[in-house]
């Protein structure tokens, strides 16, 4: 899968604050494009830890075992890069906690997924990523408060529905590879409502800039096929693999999408933001 874009960084913002007594000190503020990017980058973690868990699956089942670490590699540098974006959370006192947490899950996540794919390490990574998608998700919660532009819930919520497609696809494998214990059979379905749902959400929100209505749009003639290829379990037991391969591929598909629909929920979140100034 090809990386996923990247939003433009603004210059920051330095606000003197002038005490008695006291040195003037510089004090970064940012601007709305650099908001912006922070509730994507973030968005972006979230997704990549059940995205790297759906593709540990996948060479654990074999499916084109070498393609699938190869993307884990390259998913993996991508995760470092958001952190290294992030990096100015680390400092501030609002995001510092999450952040931190965040990271210290993620060097963990990083190191299991070098291990050789089986039960254990399989339930192990999985077990990290859905650690790692609350952390990110609870940071991105946390820098939006930042902002004011009622458009950042959108980025949010798309970002979320990103996520939400590589979960999808996670469950569905591990149900091709048997695992149809109650958990992940409610787990998948309430994930797949919750995408319907949000993709509404978003369809209808009367935020919407034309730009981002035809993102949606086109999210939504994705939704169609993935949801097709996620909506029969039985065909998860054909011998051949091909079912759980449409899923994967598909997966695939709807993240570019919603990460180009993201993309542009955070142009219109940092156009909002300029707005209200």
């Known amino acids: 899968m090809r990386c996923f874009s990247c939003l433009s960084l603004f210059a920051t913002v330095f606000v003197l604050i002038v005490a008695p007594s006291a040195p003037v000190l510089a004090v970064p503020m940012p601007e709305a494009g650099s908001i912006a990017q922070d509730i994507a980058s ?15 699956q996948l060479a654990a089942l074999g499916m084109n075992a070498p393609a699938a670490q190869r993307q884990i590699a390259a998913a ?34 990083r190191a299991a997924l070098k291990n050789s794919p089986g039960r254990a390490s399989g339930e192990r990574v999985n077990q990290l990523a859905d650690e790692l998608m609350l952390h990110a998700g609870k940071l991105a919660m946390q820098i939006e408060i930042a902002g004011e532009a009622p458009i950042g819930r959108l980025l949010d919520l798309s970002s979320r529905l990103n996520m939400l497609s590589q979960r999808l696809a996670r469950l569905y494998l591990l149900a091709h590879a048997g695992d149809r214990s109650q958990g992940v059979l409610t787990d998948l379905q309430q994930a797949r409502l919750e995408f319907a749902s949000g993709l509404r959400e978003l369809d209808t929100a009367r935020e919407n800039s034309p730009a981002s209505r035809e993102a949606i749009a086109l999210a939504k003639n994705q939704w169609i096929f993935f949801e097709l290829a996620i909506g029969d379990l039985d065909q998860a037991k054909r011998a051949d693999g091909r079912a759980a391969q449409n899923v994967a591929t598909s997966s695939e598909r709807i993240a570019q999408v919603l990460d180009e629909a993201s993309a542009q929920y955070a142009r219109d979140y940092a156009l909002g933001l300029r707005a209200a100034k």
């Open 42 to 56: 973030a968005g972006r973690l979230r997704m990549q830890s059940q995205r790297l868990a759906k593709l540990y």
């Open 76 to 109: 993996s540098q991508e995760v470092d890069n958001e952190f290294l974006r992030l990096t100015r959370h680390a400092r501030q006192p609002p995001t510092q906690r999450q952040f931190a947490r965040s990271e210290a899950i993620w060097q963990e996540l």
